[in-house]
T-cell receptor
């Protein structure tokens, strides 16, 4: 069963529109971490945000905002007033304990390709 | 600036010819990871080191090996590259296993 679901394979919007990228996760752990990464065409994965399971506060960073809701197991990402430079693949990831010895690993969603048209 | 560096950025090798990719970090992080990413897919963890403790993913082919001679450097050796090994190889580091992973720019491997 897929543990991190990014149902939107590709989204295309016109510049200045707001856009929300969905992420739904599945875990039995009470302690886990959620991440968003951006991967522009250059290929480098750029860290955007980390959230632990005990912190449900929403976060805003400039034009970016994140909505973490444990009740629906979702961690959605919104870009306000999108710009062409926001065009990239965005990955949501879940870090949960694997095996023993407090070993945590990232479980990645399939990614959402965001295209911002000028 | 503290960072994760990968060399080379682009690597071309021939089918079956061994190749080594390198990663270095100035973050002084304990954990180093190697991921393989193929086109339009999420990164796939190959292995990671927690300090000198090596952890191999169960489905990582034996063709892939890794070395971490010191805290700052980690190498990925592909002993006999096949056409299916053409991919982007990403190195990442984190302080601990629950902490944020920071990625290098990647090495794009082409196998002819």
């Amino acid at each position: 069963a897929q543990k991190v679901t990014q149902a939107q394979t590709e989204i295309s919007v016109v510049e200045k529109e707001d856009v929300t990228l969905d992420c739904v996760y599945e875990t039995r752990d009470t302690t886990y971490y959620l991440f968003w990464y951006k991967q522009p065409p250059s290929g480098e994965l750029v860290f955007l945000i980390r959230r632990n399971s005990f912190d449900e506060q929403n976060e805003i960073s400039g034009r970016y905002s994140w909505n973490f809701q444990k009740s629906t197991s979702s961690f959605n990402f919104t870009i306000t007033a999108s710009q062409v430079v926001d065009s990239a693949v965005y990955f949501c990831a879940l870090s949960e304990e694997v095996g023993v010895d407090s070993n945590y690993q990232l479980i990645w969603g399939a990614g959402t390709k965001l295209i911002i048209k000028p | 600036d503290a960072m994760v560096i990968q060399n080379p950025r682009y690597q071309v090798t021939q089918f079956g010819k061994p190749v080594t990719l390198s990663c270095s970090q100035t973050l002084n992080h304990n954990v180093m990871y190697w991921y393989q990413q193929k086109s339009s897919q999420a990164p796939k963890l190959l292995f990671h080191y927690y300090d000198k403790d090596f952890n191999n993913e169960a489905d990582t082919p034996d063709n892939f090996q890794s070395r971490r001679p010191n805290t700052s450097f980690c190498f990925l050796d592909i002993r006999s590259p096949g056409l299916g090994d053409a991919a982007m190889y990403l190195c990442a580091t984190s302080m601990g296993s629950t902490d944020t992973q920071y990625f290098g720019p990647g090495t794009r491997l082409t196998v002819l």
